[in-house]
């Protein structure tokens, strides 16, 4: 009996069968995705440890969070794709799954004999997505990546980091999270391609190209100006937008027209900031914006930060408590959106995406140990005898 049949969760894409060959980070973050949606999701795994971040702390109850995280609701199957027996229990998967992913060097699944036309051939339905450091084209297709290669490689941390400071790795992994995003709306598109012309197709994903879809005000700035500069927590184009200090913890503060301004001038009982001729427009603020920083934490520091959010929600001023993963975690908010789950006894961040009709339950099957499914898939997909000659 496979996880799907007593415990899969109901989803748009219920009755998709994945195959997941993508190991540590941006392919899993995709799959799992595809696989809190409904999709049936196969883990491919080698032999040996599996993937190589089953051995990654940090461990909780002996299990990798690591791996947890971006496993869960997953089926695991160990096959060496160079071994004959197992290349035909693969090939039978293949030939039923939906979608296959990967996220191997470019050319490492053709040396295989798996290429896109390959499997193409096989199972013309197929949706093949790769997600690769540089993408399967392009000089510098065969180079091997990390999450920092690309943000470094990017220009996504030349813009992180304060003014006068060196650039800074952003906080999370974000190279590996978007492109396994961003694999997880190419399958989409993909799968709905393929009801109207009932073809599968290649989807490229490159975590490089992934983070340069990201820069946003940095490429703005560039085009602009052609310089670009690194700015802390202030936004490029509309002050204050930024993190203050109040008596007792950092708020962030977001008046990005005139009006807001008013408002929040209206909120801490100054409303003189708004005729101080350095303060006239966005464009005055932006100007003098190390002076009007500094006026504002001299009237934040004389209260604690909940009796200035209480004053400037009720003003209708944009404004957030800087909170830690803690903060978070305990938050009604993250609550009331089920954001935070269990999996597996582990409780872990949930799913994003809310589709009406659709549960999306607090309660997740976890990551399946290695190889869980194995005797169970080998039986689903033996291989089929071949029928004698007539």
């Given at each position: 009996?496979?996880?799907?049949?007593?415990?899969?969760?109901?989803?748009?894409?219920?009755?998709?069968?994945?195959?997941?060959?993508?190991?540590?980070?941006?392919?899993?973050?995709?799959?799992?995705?595809?696989?809190?949606?409904?999709?049936?999701?196969?883990?491919?795994?080698?032999?040996g440890h599996g993937d190589d971040t089953r051995l990654y702390g940090p461990f909780v109850k002996n299990q990798s969070l690591y791996y947890s995280f971006v496993n869960r609701g997953k089926e695991s199957i160990v096959l060496d794709l160079k071994n004959?027996?197992?290349?035909?229990?693969?090939?039978?998967?293949?030939?039923?799954?939906?979608?296959?992913?990967?996220?191997?060097?470019?050319?490492?699944?053709?040396?295989?004999?798996?290429?896109?036309?390959?499997?193409?051939?096989?199972?013309?339905?197929?949706?093949?997505?790769?997600?690769?450091?540089?993408?399967?084209?392009?000089?510098?297709?065969?180079?091997?990546?990390?999450?920092?290669?690309?943000?470094?490689?990017?220009?996504?941390?030349?813009?992180?980091?304060?003014?006068?400071?060196?650039?800074?790795?952003?906080?999370?992994?974000?190279?590996?999270?978007?492109?396994?995003?961003?694999?997880?709306?190419?399958?989409?598109?993909?799968?709905?391609?393929?009801?109207?012309?009932?073809?599968?197709?290649?989807?490229?994903?490159?975590?490089?190209?992934?983070?340069?879809?990201?820069?946003?005000?940095?490429?703005?700035?560039?085009?602009?100006?052609?310089?670009?500069?690194?700015?802390?927590?202030?936004?490029?184009?509309?002050?204050?937008?930024?993190?203050?200090?109040?008596?007792?913890?950092?708020?962030?503060?977001?008046?990005?027209?005139?009006?807001?301004?008013?408002?929040?001038?209206?909120?801490?009982?100054?409303?003189?900031?708004?005729?101080?001729?350095?303060?006239?427009?966005?464009?005055?603020?932006?100007?003098?914006?190390?002076?009007?920083?500094?006026?504002?934490?001299?009237?934040?520091?004389?209260?604690?930060?909940?009796?200035?959010?209480?004053?400037?929600?009720?003003?209708?001023?944009?404004?957030?408590?800087?909170?830690?993963?803690?903060?978070?975690?305990?938050?009604?908010?993250?609550?009331?959106?089920?954001?935070?789950?269990?999996?597996?006894?582990?409780?872990?961040?949930?799913?994003?995406?809310?589709?009406?009709?659709?549960?999306?339950?607090?309660?997740?099957?976890?990551?399946?140990?290695?190889?869980?499914?194995?005797?169970?898939?080998?039986?689903?997909f033996a291989a089929t005898p071949q029928r004698a000659a007539a």
């Amino acid at each position: 009996m496979t996880i799907s049949d007593v415990t899969k969760t109901n989803g748009p894409f219920s009755g998709i069968l994945v195959v997941d060959l993508t190991h540590v980070l941006n392919g899993p973050f995709g799959t799992t995705i595809l696989s809190d949606l409904g999709a049936r999701v196969i883990k491919v795994e080698p032999p040996g440890h599996g993937d190589d971040t089953r051995l990654y702390g940090p461990f909780v109850k002996n299990q990798s969070l690591y791996y947890s995280f971006v496993n869960r609701g997953k089926e695991s199957i160990v096959l060496d794709l160079k071994n004959d027996d197992d290349r035909a229990v693969f090939l039978e998967i293949v030939k039923k799954a939906d979608v296959l992913t990967e996220n191997y060097r470019p050319g490492t699944m053709a040396k295989l004999g798996f290429s896109y036309e390959e499997l193409n051939r096989i199972n013309p339905r197929l949706v093949y997505a790769a997600s690769s450091g540089f993408g399967q084209t392009g000089p510098l297709t065969k180079y091997p990546a990390y999450d920092t290669i690309i943000q470094a490689m990017s220009g996504m941390m030349s813009l992180t980091g304060e003014t006068n400071g060196p650039p800074i790795r952003v906080g999370t992994s974000i190279s590996d999270l978007l492109a396994g995003t961003f694999m997880f709306g190419g399958i989409a598109s993909a799968l709905y391609a393929r009801e109207r012309t009932g073809k599968g197709a290649m989807v490229d994903v490159a975590m490089f190209d992934a983070t340069i879809a990201m820069l946003e005000h940095g490429w703005m700035e560039y085009v602009a100006t052609g310089e670009t500069s690194r700015l802390g927590n202030r936004h490029p184009y509309m002050t204050p937008f930024d993190i203050f200090q109040a008596k007792d913890r950092y708020i962030a503060i977001c008046a990005g027209n005139d009006s807001l301004f008013a408002k929040l001038a209206g909120a801490l009982e100054h409303p003189e900031l708004t005729t101080d001729s350095r303060f006239l427009s966005n464009a005055d603020r932006r100007t003098h914006h190390e002076a009007l920083k500094s006026a504002l934490e001299t009237i934040l520091q004389q209260n604690n930060a909940d009796y200035w959010l209480q004053a400037m929600r009720a003003a209708g001023v944009p404004v957030g408590l800087l909170m830690s993963i803690e903060d978070v975690a305990n938050h009604p908010q993250t609550r009331a959106r089920n954001m935070f789950i269990e999996a597996g006894g582990i409780r872990m961040p949930g799913n994003p995406i809310k589709i009406s009709g659709y549960e999306d339950p607090a309660v997740r099957v976890g990551a399946a140990t290695l190889d869980e499914h194995g005797p169970a898939l080998r039986q689903e997909f033996a291989a089929t005898p071949q029928r004698a000659a007539a």
